[in-house]
């Protein structure tokens, strides 16, 4: 087609959850490059897709909600298009907000530009793909968009304007530029920091960091031994080797012909499996049921899955460095020394990590400024608590913030213990107060702490405070919900405990492990 034949109509269409790109797409609309061609911003679901063809200019500005998923107003239209038929001679140019957190980075807009495409429409710019940091792109693609359409077809042909997302298969190298330990008692608590300049990764307080660690290499030394073949190490360089799912380990139990491994698998024996598998590794499941004639090389290479990434709640705000609050892995298991794979690689000397970022919305600060917050956190579930705070103080929010925490002893283990100390002595928590179980003669955890400030907590509650808890399921999951339920009983309405209604309001944040 020609891209040079006279504009009739510009269309400046906008799909939009937050608001975000209904702002871009008004901004569009009144840009002076454009006034020459009356564009009319509406959003999608407004647009006739059956009136789109020759002279038409559809400018598409959108988010995408959830995993790539076509927002609300955009919804009917995206149906539309996919049984449109061909679309010959329309012209158009998609700009894609997104968050790279996301496995489908702005699975939308991408969608939609495949789908134009497909229709025979003419792109007159390359696709967008812009995560956080929109604006910046947005005020270098609309000048350019201009002069595009005012008679430059190859005005835009250079501008490149796409966000990398990454996986697990498109890790960001990060170099690591501080180890600081936390703690004095072993095992150890550290904070780890990885600069992130130059990957467009952009995150929020609350989300979480995936760690892709090679595996250790004493246990690839050990398998390769295993086998009486050093190509072990090489084959088995890449692939799981620490967390054994049950399909893996029912054909290792076949291959081997174990029925005492094939007996674990029964419903009964679930707490003797887990038992089991607490602490072990492939190379004692190997050991205990199989032998290398039974389990070939080649076959276990095939039947392993790649490493899996380690997630960790990110402890900063946003900005160019990452921190994590981790504590060691070390061991001693059937007499062979046993490490994290990822925190021994993060506390290892390696310069650089590769990491990508997820969203985790369900542990982003509330939308309502005004509501309070009370956080807990026990041991290194501190992290993603001091990465909200982080994010209030850089944005300067006088919001009231309130936080528990608890650990083994004041003075060993207080992690962060100088930083929230200032934070409260300069208003940034309103308090601060904290539960060291073996500091007294009775051990006393966080949910000892929440009876013993009732009043004041049940108050927070009352005003519509938000909860965030974080750290050890095992400890948390069974004692902090009653530990709430006592002291805000006035909250049960229709049956419904405290706890339950937090959860049922969405004031309740939770991230165990």
């Given amino acids: 087609m020609n891209a040079a034949a006279p504009i009739q109509r510009v269309l400046v269409g906008y799909g939009s959850e937050s608001g975000n790109a209904r702002a871009l797409a008004h901004c569009l609309g009144a840009f002076p490059a454009l006034q020459a061609h009356a564009p009319q911003v509406l959003p999608f679901n407004d647009i006739d897709v059956g009136s789109l063809g020759p002279g038409d200019v559809l400018l598409a500005l959108s988010s995408s909600f959830g995993d790539g998923e076509p927002p609300a107003n955009a919804e009917r239209f995206a149906e539309a298009l996919r049984q449109a038929p061909a679309l010959t001679g329309l012209r158009y140019a998609v700009f894609g907000l997104g968050d790279t957190g996301y496995p489908r980075f702005c699975g939308f807009t991408k969608a939609l530009d495949t789908l134009l495409v497909e229709r025979h429409a003419h792109p007159i710019m390359h696709r967008v793909d812009a995560d956080a940091s929109y604006e910046q792109f947005f005020q270098r693609w609309m000048p350019v968009l201009g002069e595009v359409l005012n008679g430059q077809p190859d005005a835009g042909r250079d501008l490149h304007l796409q966000v990398t997302a990454y996986g697990e298969d498109n890790a960001f190298n990060a170099p690591v530029i501080a180890r600081q330990r936390l703690s004095s008692s072993t095992p150890a608590a550290w904070h780890v920091e990885l600069d992130l300049r130059g990957s467009g990764i952009a995150y929020r307080a609350g989300d979480t960091l995936h760690v892709i660690a090679p595996n250790d290499p004493a246990l690839l030394a050990a398998l390769a031994e295993w086998y009486a073949d050093p190509q072990a190490i090489e084959l088995l360089r890449h692939k799981e080797l620490r967390q054994l799912g049950k399909t893996l380990l029912r054909e290792l139990a076949r291959l081997g012909g ?243 209604r937090l959860r049922a309001e969405g004031r309740l944040h939770c991230e165990l492990y």
């Fill in 258 to 500: 174990s029925d005492v491994l094939k007996g674990l698998f029964k419903i009964s024996q679930r707490p003797a499996l887990d038992a089991y598998l607490h602490g072990s590794d492939l190379l004692d499941v190997l050991d205990d049921h199989a032998t290398p004639d039974s389990v070939p090389l080649a076959r276990l290479v095939d039947l392993l899955s790649p490493c899996l990434p380690r997630a960790y709640s990110i402890a900063s705000a946003a900005g160019d460095t990452v921190a994590l609050c981790i504590r060691e892995v070390a061991y001693v298991h059937r007499g062979r020394d046993r490490r994290g794979t990822a925190t021994a690689h993060l506390l290892s000397d390696a310069n650089t990590v590769r990491v990508y970022c997820r969203s985790n919305p369900g542990f982003h600060l509330p939308a309502d400024a005004a509501a309070p917050l009370l956080l807990i956190g026990t041991g290194t579930g501190i992290a993603p608590l001091m990465g909200l705070v982080r994010e209030l103080q850089a944005s300067g929010s006088q919001r009231e913030v309130h936080l528990l925490f608890g650990e083994k002893h004041r003075e060993h283990d207080f992690l962060y213990g100088q930083t929230l100390q200032a934070w409260q002595a300069s208003g940034q928590l309103a308090s601060l107060r904290t539960a060291f179980s073996r500091d007294g003669a009775a051990k006393y955890y966080v949910q000892h702490a929440v009876a013993d400030h009732a009043d004041a907590y049940a108050d927070l509650l009352a005003r519509g405070a938000h909860l965030y808890l974080c750290g050890s399921r095992q400890h948390l999951d069974t004692a902090i919900p009653p530990a709430i339920n006592a002291i805000a009983a006035d909250m049960d309405v229709d049956a419904l405990p405290a706890w339950a």
